[in-house]
């Protein structure tokens, strides 16, 4: 039996959250056009008839510019001394930039076995990819290069194989039925969160946030009530989730909603609020309450 634990990382935007997904067979990370939709780094165990795998989804290496991406970035560079094997994601579709190159230096100083995943290659031609392949293993020296797609499944079970074949013999970590380590209250606010980014555009995605004031188990008629807050940063934001004559607040809860029954398997009551936090991206405390765990830079 193989067992262990593989982190995802990788530029925002790569597919990772999708591969996630993919991988696990279920939808535990929100997706979303928007770059940095990750914030929090999430757990999907996947059992094999050979093995289990502990995968670790982690936001988008970037540069940070608020105390918050200051924690996101933190939490994938942490993630990479935590586990067995680090798989490094990469957009195969868009040219290698200096993002690229920053998440490179940073895989290459692992101690673990590394592989490479070039996802999306349902977007590229095939003789741009051995280019490619030969550029990584050059510069960097992957043990594995893997091709694949993470929205259409496309060689996701030559990684996966690949997977177990560098993680420790060892008895599973989790039962059978273990999913993840995130708790309910996560998902809810995930779920509202990817609505408001489907649905809202220019810089309001990365100036929202969402907090679950109340979690109300199902009644005696099967009916789970979530009342939750939507987090923007200046009063001019709120008129943009909240539309013309409540259109577009409407819209976003409706959406979620449809989510939400679908993850609980339970009919949902949502209520969904409009708040006005400034600066909240700079807030320690409620960084905190979103689940991001402290900077080590911002203790130094």
Same mark, same amino acid.
């Given at each position: 039996?193989? #067992? ?8 925002? #935007?790569?597919? /990772? ?15 979303? !056009? ?13 059992? *094999? ?37 680090? $798989? ?11 993002? !690229?190159? *920053? ?15 070039? #996802? ?28 694949? =797609? ?27 039925? *273990? ?6 209250? +996560? ?14 555009? &220019? ?5 929202? &946030? $969402?907090?679950? @004031? ?16 939507? %987090?923007?940063?200046?009063? =001019?934001? /709120?008129?943009? $989730? ?12 409706? &959406?979620?909603?449809?989510? %939400?029954?679908?993850? +609980?398997?339970?009919?949902? +009551?949502? @209520? ?5 936090? &400034?600066?909240?991206?700079? !807030? ?17």
């Amino acid at each position: 039996m193989k #067992n262990g634990f593989v982190a995802l990382i990788g530029r925002p #935007n790569a597919g /990772k959250s999708t591969l996630l997904n993919r991988l696990v067979g279920e939808k535990l990370a929100i997706v979303s !056009d928007k770059p940095q939709t990750t914030r929090n780094r999430i757990t999907g165990v996947r059992n *094999y008839p050979d093995g289990q795998v502990i995968f670790v989804d982690t936001p988008g290496v970037h540069r940070p510019i608020h105390r918050l991406n200051v924690r996101m970035v933190d939490t994938a560079v942490q993630a990479l001394r935590e586990v067995d094997v680090v $798989v490094a994601v990469v957009d195969a579709s868009e040219p290698p930039g200096g993002g !690229d190159r *920053y998440v490179m230096d940073l895989v290459r100083q692992v101690k673990v076995p590394r592989v490479l995943a070039l #996802n999306k290659v349902d977007l590229v031609e095939k003789t741009a990819l051995l280019p490619l392949i030969e550029r990584y293993d050059r510069n960097v020296g992957f043990p594995d290069i893997v091709p694949v =797609s993470a929205r259409t499944g496309d060689n996701i079970e030559r990684l996966e194989s690949v997977l177990l074949s560098h993680l420790p013999e060892g008895e599973r970590l989790y039962p059978d039925e *273990y999913l993840t380590d995130q708790p309910e209250r +996560f998902f809810v606010a995930e779920l509202v969160r990817e609505q408001v980014l489907q649905h809202t555009h &220019a810089e309001l995605p990365f100036a929202s &946030a $969402v907090v679950v @004031d109340r979690f109300e188990e199902p009644d005696a008629n099967g009916l789970l009530r979530l009342f939750c807050t939507i %987090l923007v940063e200046r009063e =001019s934001q /709120k008129p943009i $989730v909240v539309g013309r004559g409540g259109s577009m607040i409407k819209a976003i809860g409706s &959406a979620a909603r449809v989510e %939400l029954e679908r993850f +609980f398997d339970a009919r949902v +009551f949502l @209520d969904l609020r409009v708040k006005v936090r &400034a600066d909240w991206r700079e !807030d320690d405390r409620m960084l905190d309450q979103l689940g991001l765990p402290p900077s080590r830079r911002a203790r130094r």
